[in-house]
């Protein structure tokens, strides 16, 4: 009979300190003050360790970004991937309106402002953007199926209107503005929810024709 003891932990690998160490030392000086040097010292290696790893300070900027943890769009469209869109949405705007900053958030803070210098900096943020939307787009598609989003409202429009919240509230909490009042958002959450939904008779001629269309014909 095997004894029972505690669960061995993974050994931390170096990719794994070299990122620990590249938030320390972004959320410290930000990222322009950042120097490959200093990474690498704290993070126990060579200069050499980070270029084999990552190819330049943007890209172990961008990954340091992605293994960080959950943003705020993350923890709601991740952590229940079976919970309705229309749930999800209002849960969406309730945390993307007060609350600290995850530190995820004063990294990509920093980094959208150091890519208006930086192309490459600016490439890689775009292209880690980009499977964002991915997710958002296939969470619109579903609030379509769920009638929860009307079939003429752009998905595109629909996804950049979410990202500019998310961006939005990464600034003005960082400005450390008041929330407004609670049950005021929630209303308008659910204001703007509204419309964007399909209208009554709509939705109605939607579940129809996939009932009508689910419906096996009757034998000969």
Request: aromatic share 4%; with cysteine; net charge positive.
């Amino acid at each position: 009979m095997k004894r029972r003891g505690k669960a061995r932990r993974e050994p931390e690998t170096t990719r794994d300190r070299l990122i620990s160490a590249a938030a320390e030392v972004f959320l410290d000086v930000g990222y322009d003050g950042a120097r490959v040097v200093d990474i690498a010292r704290k993070a126990g290696v060579t200069t050499g360790a980070i270029y084999s790893q990552f190819r330049d300070k943007a890209d172990l900027l961008v990954k340091t970004l992605g293994a960080q943890g959950v943003d705020a769009v993350s923890n709601v469209l991740l952590s229940d991937t079976e919970l309705p869109v229309a749930s999800m949405l209002r849960a969406l705007g309730e945390i993307l309106v007060e609350g600290a900053l995850h530190p995820t958030e004063v990294l990509l803070l920093d980094a959208a402002v150091a890519a208006r210098r930086e192309p490459e900096l600016r490439e890689q943020l775009t292209g880690a953007l980009g499977q964002r939307t991915d997710v958002l787009a296939a969470m619109i598609e579903r609030a379509r199926r769920e009638c929860v989003v009307a079939g003429d409202i752009s998905s595109e429009a629909v996804v950049r209107f979410l990202l500019i919240l998310g961006f939005g509230s990464i600034v003005t909490r960082s400005l450390g503005l008041e929330a407004p009042d609670h049950a005021a958002w929630t209303r308008l959450i659910g204001r703007l929810l509204g419309g964007v939904a399909p209208t009554p008779a709509s939705a109605g001629r939607r579940r129809l024709r996939a009932v009508t269309v689910a419906r096996p014909r009757p034998r000969a």
